[in-house]
């Protein structure tokens, strides 16, 4: 009989990797959705935070795990929360790209 796990953690992050890097990632992204408050403190500063938050935590890692999809069907041992994490790191790296050339 399989003893299912107490801690959040086990359920929400992938196995076999250190839990930081995940937290991390997650606090990265928070901290780096918030750089969109240099077109101010009013409403719409805070709705591009809102947007580059569900761009980076919602929106392209669904779509990246949604594409991993056919592999999982292929090979089981595939872990889908790693290609959602994959999604948010890539998202990351394209939200800094995006702050470095567009103004």
């Known amino acids: 009989m399989q003893k299912s796990s107490s801690k959040i953690t ?4 992938p196995k076999d990797l250190p839990n930081g890097l995940f937290i991390g990632l997650i606090i990265a992204c928070l901290l780096l959705g918030l750089s969109s408050l240099r077109y101010g403190t009013n409403w719409q500063g805070w709705l591009h935070v809102f947007e580059n938050w569900l761009l ?3 929106i392209y890692p669904t779509a990246t795990a ?3 999809l056919p592999f999982k069907y292929r090979d ?7 290609a959602y994490y994959l999604g948010m790191f890539v998202a990351l790296l394209f939200t800094l790209a995006k702050l470095r050339y567009w103004r």
């Not at 086990?10 to 992050?13: A, K, N």
């Not at 089981?76 to 790693?82: A, G, V, Y």
């Open 10 to 13: 086990d359920i929400i992050f």
């Open 76 to 82: 089981p041992s595939l872990e889908l929360k790693q």
């Open 56 to 58: 980076m935590l919602v």
């Open 66 to 68: 949604t594409v991993a």
